[in-house]
């Protein structure tokens, strides 16, 4: 418990221009009752859907209570609660959170442990929006899964609506009508980001195709080849291009789809020859990281090892040394000798709390400006202390619930997405 309030203290003792939106050291409730926007973060200048999900007001009592208050409310919470309340937090999250997880993974670990936490009632997910999807899909049916806060979103999944997908793999099998089953092959296999709704996982599981992870995506592209002469990938351009291109597909046959443009700002030729199509999605807060800024590390620090996750762009990738998923990440500095040094390209609390919890190296975020993913950071203890005291009332607030219609095409995706091992 000892490590509470790292990020929120560092925030405070930075100078303005050192953190990428002063509003960080502020409560994420003055933010729910607002617009739809993503709040202060990485993708605060990301444009957010008008029916993104939005949370009401957090009581007054969460809001003003002291960060002891909070943590003994939910220890108090969860003591009560006993094996009937699993936590499930991503390595994103604050360390205030993280701090009342019983389970810390990248997304891969979180949904294989929604699906094996069989004791719990309740699954609380600490995490975002598209995570708690599938949780819940992934879950038994009489198992509630919550988000603490209803406005934890990712701006990245935001990037590809299902009518835009709809309308592409429309185009797309136009094109591709005299190829349908070439060698045995379909002409395209839908592969989803495991960032992405779960109408998004129920249309690639409808259409013979897989979801992926940062930590699964080549075995997956693998198994998307032997079914398929070629792949649509959404919504993350970078880890698709990242993957595809650590293959050996040249860039040439990985066109990018714009929604906005008919065949996607393609000619028909372009499509045709294509192995992998990206759709034209990103993360606002991997998109920040430069090869300049890994030039410079190199510069001051002589030996540092360079870890990037594949959300980064492809120059990024290309200067690291080693490009892997959270939790390729974490094992990469945990392993390593004493007194190496670590220059990370992944969300703030990450490097932070990784910089904590290993003393006996030297771990820096390659960005120098402090800037959290800005759906993760709308979780706060005031929510989590919120969702598990009304638990113990029995009452369940913010439910996420997949339809049944939805949840049964997205359990094949991701059912064939947790056979192909990382
Ligand atoms: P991981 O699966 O590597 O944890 O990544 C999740 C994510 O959203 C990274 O931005
Ligand atoms: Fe989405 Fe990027 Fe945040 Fe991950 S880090 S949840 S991809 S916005």
């Known amino acids: 418990m000892s490590s509470i309030d790292t990020t929120l203290q560092t925030l405070k003792l930075v100078s303005p221009e050192a953190s990428c939106n002063t509003d960080l050291t502020k409560g994420p409730w003055l933010f729910d009752t607002g617009e739809a926007a993503y709040g202060p973060g990485s993708s605060q200048e990301d444009l957010a859907p008008i029916d993104t999900p939005r949370q009401g007001e957090l009581p007054a009592v969460y809001r003003e209570a002291s960060d002891a208050e909070l943590t003994a409310r939910i220890l108090a919470a969860k003591e009560t609660l006993g094996e009937r309340v699993v936590v499930l937090g991503h390595h994103y999250q604050r360390d205030?959170?993280?701090a009342f997880a019983d389970f810390i993974g990248d997304s891969f670990q979180l949904a294989n442990a929604a699906q094996t936490r069989e004791q719990a009632e309740y699954i609380v997910f600490?995490?975002?929006?598209?995570?708690?999807?599938?949780?819940?899909?992934?879950?038994?049916?009489?198992q509630a899964v919550i988000l603490p806060n209803l406005a934890a979103g990712c701006s990245m999944a935001d990037m590809a609506d299902e009518s835009s997908v709809e309308e592409c793999w429309e185009q797309l099998m136009d094109l591709y009508a005299d190829q349908r089953t070439t060698d045995g092959k379909a002409a395209v296999i839908p592969v989803t980001y495991m960032n992405c709704s779960a109408a998004l996982k129920a249309f690639v599981g409808k259409h013979g195709g897989i979801v992926c992870t940062s930590s699964?995506?080549?075995t997956v592209l693998e198994w998307a080849f032997a079914r398929g002469q070629r792949v649509?990938?959404?919504?993350?351009?970078?880890?698709?291009?990242?993957?595809?291109?650590a293959m050996g597909v040249p860039l040439e046959a990985m066109p990018m789809w714009n929604p906005r443009k008919a065949l996607g700002g393609n000619d028909a030729q372009t499509l045709l020859d294509a192995q992998v199509i990206l759709w034209h999605g990103f993360c606002s807060v991997h998109k920040r990281f430069t090869v300049a800024q890994i030039e410079k590390?190199?510069?001051?620090?002589p030996g540092v090892r360079i870890l990037a996750h594949p959300e980064c762009p492809m120059p990024v990738v290309d200067a690291a040394d080693e490009a892997?998923?959270?939790?390729?990440?974490?094992?990469?500095?945990?392993?390593?000798?004493?007194g190496s040094v670590f220059g990370i390209a992944t969300e703030i609390n990450m490097v932070n709390r990784l910089a904590a919890q290993h003393p006996e190296h030297t771990i820096f975020c390659l960005d120098p400006v402090i800037c959290p993913c800005s759906t993760m950071y709308r979780i706060h203890p005031g929510y989590l202390a919120w969702v598990l005291e009304a638990l113990v009332d029995g009452v369940v607030l913010n439910?996420?619930?997949?339809?049944e219609l939805v949840a049964a095409d997205a359990k094949v995706a991701l059912e064939?997405?947790?056979a192909a091992r990382p």
């Open 96 to 98: 205030e959170v993280v």
């Open 126 to 142: 600490c995490g975002v929006h598209f995570m708690a999807e599938t949780a819940d899909v992934l879950s038994r049916s009489d």
């Open 216 to 218: 699964n995506a080549a």
């Open 232 to 245: 649509l990938f959404f919504p993350d351009q970078h880890l698709g291009r990242n993957t595809a291109k």
């Open 297 to 301: 590390a190199r510069a001051e620090h």
């Open 324 to 338: 892997g998923s959270t939790d390729y990440i974490q094992k990469a500095v945990a392993q390593a000798p004493a």
């Open 399 to 403: 439910q996420i619930t997949v339809p």
């Open 416 to 418: 064939r997405m947790l």
